[in-house]
């Protein structure tokens, strides 16, 4: 295909009546859009608008060469004027829409600190085909074996049935090999020749001791049978037989295969019972037997594709590829590290690891100082070439053996159900989420990028729980007046629920509440000396968990440290307070800000928002006993709050009526509110 679109694009280049017809600009930017060359193909689909051209697929590929050059402010602006021209479910609906997502992400994940500079191995490596699936030699750590459709490949071009064809044809992939040799990377040399055929070989992994070179041979690149090579001598006469005793079904599109040793397999199938798309399995091998495979669960797997594992050699973190929306483009690469019995949200590498298009295979160097991946991006000399990574830090976890990973501890008896493996979902019983909050200095701080991961850490690890309810407090430092503060901690925090709600949480499960500087974490002064460190610790949005019945977690909420003697004490006590039952007096509903007496001197009030109100809650007090409550209201509506109302919170949350009928024999004093009510 691509020695097709290389093809048209030179004749389109060279045809000079193309300049003026809108169709042949559109067909030729399309090409230079194929070839990674987007400013050229953004030059001819803007000729072809000014042309008048009436295929709206040219804000399309505007939109995905602007993407390609990591620019996706402009990327979504012309994604947004394509779905305008969309009908509803049309063909390009959703994945535009989604699109239009990535490029939300893409813009906040592209200023993640980078992890290592990354080089192309170069013309001498690369050529204008396909190099994919860099794998280090267990035995020469200067050697790689990878896979192309160059050129030279055996067999030469050939049709879809695998017959010759010098017109229409295109090469199959052979396994090639490299060495770097004083610092240059030597010319590719064709693997074991008896291996290579007219048919696609894919390589895939050697076994522990580098005696086994494990491969997919095809006729396409997404079903395949499994071959192996021991490296010794072949008699060409004698037919090669695919490998069955693995648990894998390359012929129903498994793939990605990496050895972890010789007693676990890590790799990447679409069969039934994932998550979406490819999902990752690992399987192991015990008394001479693979068992059936293991989904790695919804902690590394998603509705996405997941491909590409690679484990380092201490077995505990898990490198993959996978194109979710929440990345930089295409397939990035991610990681995620094991640890307290559970694996982390996986973490997107970011640039220039990961590029605006597709980024796979990465394996890293038995020393940890480098890695070797495939790419697509803009500056590939062709379709996808090989890169290497140079970390900046040693990656400390491949100077470290492990026999058996930690994460197979759940690899026993109880892995099965009737005979059939679970997910890991279901062996962890609790779950463990960090959460920590989202400081700021001013309300464009309210979203820095700093705050954009954590927002989309916790989001992420929330969305598996879809019964969970989440909370967002805002405090702030005294700069303005309360009623000015109230307001604007609510307002800020109405950003946050946005973003939120883009990553995927439900906006009915999410609650807000403003504080104003009304509950300080931090006292303002000590012995008469200002803090100069409150305002900052001060100023924060704190993100709150309430599980429901299915969700098995635990939240460790990682708020500032601070020293007792530094803690203001009106924070204690509200936290104190909302570990049980409280009530609230409503004093008034508003749908903006409130400027009153009661907000300018009570420093109990709090503004909250929950998402079946077009309107803000404004309440004071948080009284443990009813009675006192009670006493509030009426002391309000003596003052002409007409709207004076008793509302009963549980661990800072308000209930509901259902709710309060659940608690009512536990707090006796629920019965009196319910006959009040």
């Keep these: 295909m691509l020695k097709s679109i290389i093809w048209h694009s030179k004749n389109l280049i060279k045809s000079k009546k193309s300049i003026k017809k809108p169709d042949l600009l559109i067909k030729r930017g399309y090409c230079y859009l194929m070839t990674n060359q987007p400013d050229l193909c953004i030059k001819d689909m803007e ?79 690369n050529t204008i085909y396909t190099e994919v699936n860099p794998v280090q030699s267990p035995n020469n750590p200067e050697r790689y074996y990878f896979s192309s459709d160059r050129d030279n490949a055996t067999g030469g071009m050939r049709n879809s049935k695998g017959l010759t064809d010098t017109i229409k044809g295109h090469y199959f992939a052979d396994i090639y090999f490299i060495e770097l040799i004083d610092g240059n990377w030597t010319k590719p040399d064709l693997a074991n020749p008896l291996i290579n055929s007219p048919k696609h070989e894919w390589i895939q992994d050697f076994n522990q001791d580098g005696s086994i070179l494990y491969y997919l041979k095809s006729m396409d690149k997404n079903f395949g049978a499994l071959y192996t090579d021991t490296f010794g001598v072949i008699n060409a006469l004698v037919e090669l037989k695919p490998l069955n005793n693995l648990p894998i079904r390359p012929e129903n599109g498994d793939k990605d295969l990496y050895f972890f040793n010789d007693s676990l397999m890590i790799f990447s199938s679409s069969r039934p019972g994932g998550y979406g798309g490819f999902d990752l399995y690992y399987a192991t091998r015990q008394n001479g037997s693979w068992l059936p495979p293991v989904n790695f669960g919804s902690k590394v797997n998603s509705i996405f594709d997941e491909v590409s594992p690679y484990l380092s050699n201490d077995g505990k973190v898990l490198y993959f590829s996978s194109d979710r929306l929440e990345g930089l483009g295409g397939f990035d690469i991610y990681s995620a590290e094991y640890q307290y019995g559970k694996w982390s949200t996986p973490i997107n590498m970011g640039l220039p690891v990961n590029s605006p298009s597709d980024d796979l295979y990465l394996r890293i160097s038995s020393d940890g100082n480098s890695g070797l991946l495939a790419s697509n991006r803009i500056t590939s000399i062709g379709n996808f070439d090989l890169y290497i990574a140079y970390f900046k830090n040693q990656i400390v ?36 989420i960090v959460v920590k909050p989202l400081f700021y200095q001013n309300d464009g701080d309210i979203l820095s990028n700093i705050n954009r991961v954590e927002i989309r850490h916790f989001a992420g690890a929330l969305a598996i729980y879809p019964d969970s ?51 300080p974490l931090m006292a303002q002064e000590f012995n008469g000396i200002k803090l100069q460190a409150a305002p900052g610790v001060n100023s924060r949005i704190d993100l709150y968990v309430i599980p429901g019945k299915k969700s098995n977690i635990h939240v460790i909420y990682d708020l500032p440290a601070v020293a007792d003697n530094l803690k203001d004490k009106r924070w204690s006590q509200m936290e104190t307070l909302n570990n049980d039952l409280t009530y609230r007096v409503l ?55 007409k709207d004076a109302t008793i509302l009963p919170y ?12 659940v608690l009512k024999d536990q707090y006796p004093q629920l019965k009196s509110y319910l006959r009040d009510f």
């Design 47 to 125: 000729a072809a608008h000014e042309l008048k051209s009436m295929d709206e697929k040219r804000f399309k590929y505007m939109a995905q060469a602007y993407f390609s050059k990591g620019e996706y402010d402009k990327a979504a602006t012309f994604y947004k004027i394509y779905l305008n021209k969309l009908k509803v479910g049309k063909e390009d609906w959703q994945s535009t829409i989604n699109e239009i997502k990535r490029c939300g992400y893409a813009q906040s994940v592209k200023y993640l600190p980078s992890v290592a500079f990354v080089e192309n191995l170069g013309k001498n490596v």
């Design 397 to 432: 976890h491949q100077l470290q053996s492990e026999d058996g990973p930690a994460f197979l501890e759940y690899q026993t008896e109880s892995t099965y159900e009737n005979g059939t493996p679970k997910k890991v979902d279901d062996l962890q019983n609790i779950r463990e």
């Design 469 to 519: 309810k989440i909370v967002l407090k805002c405090h702030s430092a005294p700069i303005s007046s309360p009623s000015i503060e109230i307001f604007y901690t609510l307002k800020r925090t109405e950003k946050v629920v946005e973003e939120l709600v883009r990553y995927g949480i439900k906006p009915e499960n999410i609650i807000i509440q403003g504080f104003g500087a009304n509950y």
């Design 587 to 641: 004093f008034a509903k508003a749908t903006q800000i409130l400027d009153n007496n009661i907000v300018k001197s009570d420093g109990t009030v709090m503004i909250e928002k929950y998402p079946d109100a077009d309107y803000y809650l404004y309440t004071l007090g948080n009284y443990k006993d009813y009675h006192q409550a009670v006493e509030k209201k009426n002391q309000l509506l003596q003052e002409g709050y």
């Design 650 to 661: 549980y661990n800072g949350i308000k209930l509901t009526i259902p709710e309060i009928g």
